[in-house]
């Protein structure tokens, strides 16, 4: 396997160890060590996006390069899926741009778009596969309705792709005979069936078993050095995405909370970084979501029931 | 502001919310018919089309024909003691065909169609939206407006008219066996009352026109009640609902209307 920048020091070490720890000397954050930042396949600029009265991002930045796997980390809730469904096209920013090769994503009609998305592959987090398809059939699904191609080469084509995620056994089942593990393989499949410039993984190690996880961490890593895609991974599953990430982004709080390689985030001093990097339960990101004073909250609970409970009896 | 005062601007507030809510659903299901309506469909369009004609239409046969067999029957029963009262019984065939042809025929098919086809629809739909299959097709780049909706819209336009003339022949043949072979009217008066009062295109016509717009209709809140539901369990759920009960409810206001505009002017 191709040895890619960020990648001399892992996360961790054999011993389990940080990584960051022995490359505390690595640049610092959104240097571009090895990346080229200036030929990136994805721009996002001063993305804005609001859901109700609540802002998800204020002012997101970044650039994807090309040919790279790129992570985008934070802690639950903050919208990396969203961004994910912002840079693909099914949400549209309040404000801000977002190009792909190019094209302004926002700026396109639907035709154009689902053009566009042809160059695309997505991996769900539940797969997504059709359920009314066999696993063979969900694979051929691109190759069926964007080509031309003769069943006797879609079948090749399929063949080999369900081979290179270790399923092509499995191609008769359905997608309610396959464990999660299976159908994300399956679902990835499907996902390079048209070999994407850009493939998108939404949360692809959440829930897995650990044999599951370190098969999807190869195969991700692989896939890409073999077909030299685009990869953009989000992710909290620090350990296993910064193992195969060229580069990160760690996203809080509505925008880019930080970025660089993982050496340079391990090596990262500020303290939000620190806690998430290093899964530090306390630190500056609070535990509890916002809420008023516990022990006023009790006591006002109390309070209106004692009210309401002495209603009663008087009526 | 005193409690009254708050209470008059909060529901003034909910019902201007409300409004906004309903105008706003009725844009998107106009954006949907739009786009899922129009335009020429491909070969493969037409496999999922017939595909759909299947699910929707020949698997709604046996209830609406059983339904229609019945509906007929009942029709011949009640129509005949009253018509022999006034020794008219030998127009038995006019009443059962006319009340067919014209009103029960359309409506208690659409209403039977939008129980048994609509719901399944818009659970169909809304279940592959709550796994993710439509979102992942869009990223495939195949729009399912164009290969989910707009296949089920149209199986549902096109076969709610054909199960409403086999309503429509099974009731007039569920007449004959009670009004004929039961209680023994002559079987040519029967038919040829039928054939000397039914005109074709004023009430047969008619009757398909009505359920082509009640197909439609139905088929539309389906699909609509389907891809827009929040993707929950309880959110299918409640567009499920939403698609029997708004669809029963228009197609008995659409029925007034178009009864209405075509037999208006007979009285």
């Known amino acids: 396997m191709t040895e890619l920048p960020g990648q001399t020091a892992t996360p961790t070490d054999a011993n389990g160890q940080d990584a960051g720890d022995q490359d505390a000397s690595s640049s610092s954050l959104g240097t571009e060590s090895g990346i080229d930042l200036d030929d990136a396949l994805i721009r996002v600029e001063g993305l804005r996006f609001t859901r109700g009265e609540r802002e998800i991002f204020s002012g997101i930045e970044l650039k ?73 059939e969900n694979v051929a699904f691109p190759l069926r309705v964007h080509t031309d191609l003769p069943d006797a080469m879609i079948r090749d084509i399929v063949l080999i792709k369900l081979e290179s995620v270790g399923l092509r056994g499995a191609r008769e089942l359905m997608p309610a005979e396959l464990s999660g593990g299976m159908t994300r393989r399956v679902a990835l499949a499907r996902a ?19 044999i599951s996880m370190g098969v999807l961490v190869n195969l991700i890593r692989r896939l890409n050095d073999a077909l030299d895609m685009t990869a953009l991974v989000v992710s909290h599953d620090i350990k296993e995405t910064l193992t195969i990430a060229d580069y990160v982004y760690v996203i809080a709080d509505g925008k880019v909370m930080a970025q660089g390689t993982p050496a340079e985030l391990n090596a990262d001093a500020d303290p939000r970084v620190a806690q998430f990097i290093h899964g530090k339960p306390d630190g500056p990101v609070p535990f509890h979501y916002p809420a008023p004073d516990f022990e006023g909250d009790i006591l006002d609970g109390r309070e209106s029931s004692a009210e309401s409970s002495g209603r009663r009896q008087s009526s | ?55 929707v239409g020949v698997l709604s046969l046996a209830i609406v024909l059983v339904s229609g067999l019945f509906i007929g029957m009942v029709l011949a029963l009640q129509g005949y003691t009253i018509l022999v009262g006034f020794g008219a019984e030998e127009a038995l065939g006019q009443m059962v065909s ?48 164009k290969r989910i909706v707009a296949p089920r819209l149209w199986a549902g336009f096109v076969s709610l008219p054909l199960l409403t003339i086999g309503f429509s022949v099974v009731g007039i043949w569920g007449g004959k066996l009670v009004g004929v072979d039961w209680l023994g009217i002559y079987e040519g008066a029967y038919w040829s009352s039928m054939q000397s009062n039914v005109d074709f295109i004023g009430d047969v016509m008619n009757g398909v026109v009505k359920s082509l717009v009640f197909g439609l209709v139905v088929s539309w809140i389906a699909v609509f009640q389907g891809y827009d539901l929040i993707p929950t369990s309880e959110g299918i759920s409640r567009a499920t609902t939403r698609t029997v009960v708004y669809s029963s409810l228009a197609v008995l206001g659409l029925d007034f209307v178009l009864t209405a505009v075509m037999f208006g002017d007979i009285g």
Do not use: C
Not at chain 1, 200 to 206: G, L, N, R, T, V
Not at chain 2, 103 to 112: F, G, I, S
């Open chain 1, 192 to 210: 390079i069936a048209l070999d994407p410039d850009l493939i998108m993984y939404d949360e692809p190690f959440a829930g897995q078993d650990p």
């Open chain 2, 98 to 145: 006319l009340s067919l042809l014209r009103e029960l025929a359309p409506v208690v098919a659409a209403l039977l169609f939008a129980g048994r086809a609509g719901s399944a629809l818009t659970a169909e739909i809304g279940l592959m939206k709550a796994t993710e299959q439509l979102t992942s097709m869009e990223m495939i780049g195949v729009d399912p407006l």
């Open chain 1, 64 to 136: 994807v390069p090309r040919g790279k796997i790129t992570a985008i980390m934070g802690p639950s809730g903050t919208g990396k899926t969203t961004l994910l469904k912002l840079i693909g096209g099914q949400l549209t920013p309040s404000a801000g741009r977002v190009e792909i090769a190019g094209q302004h994503v926002h700026g396109l009609s639907r035709r154009e778009l689902f053009r566009m998305r042809r160059r695309m592959g997505m991996l769900f987090q539940s797969g997504a596969l059709f359920s009314d398809l066999s696993v063979f």
């Open chain 2, 1 to 55: 502001m005193s409690a009254l005062n708050r209470g008059l601007l909060g529901s003034i507030t909910s019902l201007g919310r409300s409004s906004i809510e309903v105008i706003a659903a009725v844009g998107r299901a106009g954006i949907l018919l739009v786009q899922a309506g129009i335009g020429i469909p491909s070969r493969e369009g037409i496999g999922l089309w017939v595909r759909q004609m299947h699910f």
